[in-house]
């Protein structure tokens, strides 16, 4: 399995960026897809997921300014980071929900203030 996350970035306080995540070696139509991230010195953290019928779950610090989806036909997963704030600052990863222990290099999104 391979999990692809893409499109960090260093941004500005306010500004948004828009993560995917090529996944390949499963298909994740029945699956609950996640995103999780891991700021500098702290443990990786759930942060939204998806379940297959497209109902999402968001922790609260991300509520309201982060979209998560998925497109099952490209086996992709996408999260939308609007209003980012230096707190959002680390690497992103995708996976299942509970995850799984394949874990790709992730994506580094960094915000300045």
């Known amino acids: 399995v391979q999990l692809q996350a893409s499109g960090g970035g260093l941004v500005q306080a306010g500004e948004s960026l828009r993560l995917s995540c090529a996944v390949s070696g499963i298909v994740i139509g029945p699956t609950v897809m996640a995103w999780y991230r891991q700021a500098p010195g702290k443990h990786r953290e759930f942060v939204a997921k998806i379940s297959a019928g497209g109902g999402a779950l968001y922790i609260p610090e991300v509520k309201g300014r982060f979209t998560i989806s998925r497109d099952n036909a490209k086996n992709m997963v996408y999260l939308r980071m609007n209003n980012l704030n230096p707190e959002d600052t680390g690497v992103y990863y995708c996976?299942?929900?509970?995850?799984?222990?394949?874990w790709g290099q992730g994506t580094l999104v960094t915000v300045s203030s």
């Open positions: 996976n299942e929900y509970p995850s799984r222990g394949y």
